[in-house]
């Protein structure tokens, strides 16, 4: 039998790569049935150690995908050099070189993903200071809500909105956002050296 040929080497780097592969091969058809089948399974498996993916640019080394990544592609890379050398060091040098590689490679790969996802929320630090227009005009002194239009985070977005100032803002003014409460943003006049 074939397996009986090979060496213990060529048997520790092709067991770990077949292993390896399997289970990428797992994570593969669960996030395409989870695709197709609306979410209901959860197959992202990503942790890091914060706890999920960083979409404001971070990079997740070591997560699932990237892990098994790492030894899949080590492995069989480890596997194809152990059996055209007979040398230990240069297998395992291969392996965790080309794994290193693919771990790497993965991260930015889950990273540029993740980019591309949009949860739909706005992110309300990122709010204030931004200039919006006022389409319905905004009671003063907090008495009632207006509302204002502004592109925030790739999207347009219309917002309840009050004010802290004494008189009126009519429709069509442009305003600077304040602060973000919960489910409304205060606005300000933009003042007259700003503009």
């Known amino acids: 039998m074939w397996l009986k040929s090979l060496s213990v080497t060529e048997h520790i780097f092709f067991w770990i790569a077949v292993v390896a592969s399997a289970l990428l091969l797992v994570q593969i058809v669960l996030l395409l049935v989870s695709f197709a089948g609306g979410g209901d399974i959860d197959a992202d498996g990503d942790f890091d150690m914060n706890g999920d993916m960083d979409t404001d640019g971070g990079l997740s080394l070591f997560s699932i995908k990237t892990v098994t990544s790492f030894f899949a592609l080590g492995g069989w890379c480890g596997f194809a050099t152990a059996s055209c050398v007979n040398n230990v060091w240069a297998p395992v040098l291969v392996a965790v070189a080309t794994g290193s590689v693919a771990l790497v490679g993965v991260a930015f790969a889950l990273r540029g993903v993740a980019k591309l996802q949009c949860s739909g929320n706005l992110v309300k630090e990122k709010l204030t200071g931004k200039n919006a227009t006022v389409y319905v005009s905004v009671p003063p002194a907090r008495s009632g809500r207006g509302k204002i239009t502004l592109t925030a985070q790739g999207k347009f977005t219309e917002l309840d ?35």
């Open 161 to 195: 909105a009050v004010t802290d100032d004494t008189e009126r803002i009519p429709t069509d003014e442009l305003v600077e956002i304040l602060s973000y409460r919960e489910d409304f943003v205060v606005v300000g006049r933009i003042r007259k050296e700003n503009k």
